[in-house]
C-alpha cells in the first residue's frame, strides 16, 4: 500500500455523516488508456458492501467493496466505490 493509498484510507475510516470530501475516481484501460473524474459531496453514509464481480469463484468466496453514499450539491445522491484508483479529500 503507497503512502498515498494509506492517507486515503485512514481519511475514509475518520469520516461521519456530513463531512464534505471531494473524490477523484481515476479510471484505467488496459495499459495505458487512463482518465478521472471528481465527484464532491456530503457524506451521508459509509458501508461495506458484499458483491459478487469475479468471474467463477466458489460460492462460499465472500468479495466486498468499501463505499460512500454522497449527497452531492444539486441533491442527487451518488454511491462512490473506494479502491487502489481512487483519492479521497476532506473539503
Known amino acids: 500500500m503507497t503512502p498515498e493509498e ?6 475514509y ?3 461521519v455523516p456530513g463531512d464534505r470530501v471531494e473524490v ?3 479510471v484505467q484501460v488496459g495499459s495505458s488508456a487512463a482518465w478521472s473524474t ?7 453514509r459509509r458501508e461495506r458492501r458484499r458483491h459478487g464481480l469475479h468471474f ?3 460460492a462460499d468466496d465472500k468479495v ?3 463505499v460512500l453514499i454522497l449527497a452531492r ?6 454511491t462512490v ?6 483519492r479521497l479529500k476532506k473539503l
Request: proline share 0%; charged share 30%; no cysteine.
Open 38 to 44: 471528481t465527484t464532491v459531496g456530503r457524506v451521508l
Open 64 to 66: 466486498y467493496s468499501d
Open 56 to 58: 467463477r469463484r466458489n
Open 24 to 26: 477523484v475516481h481515476g
Open 6 to 11: 494509506k492517507l486515503s484510507r485512514s481519511l
Open 73 to 78: 450539491d444539486d441533491g442527487e445522491l451518488t
Open 81 to 86: 466505490t473506494m479502491d487502489e484508483f481512487t
Open 13 to 15: 475510516d475518520s469520516l
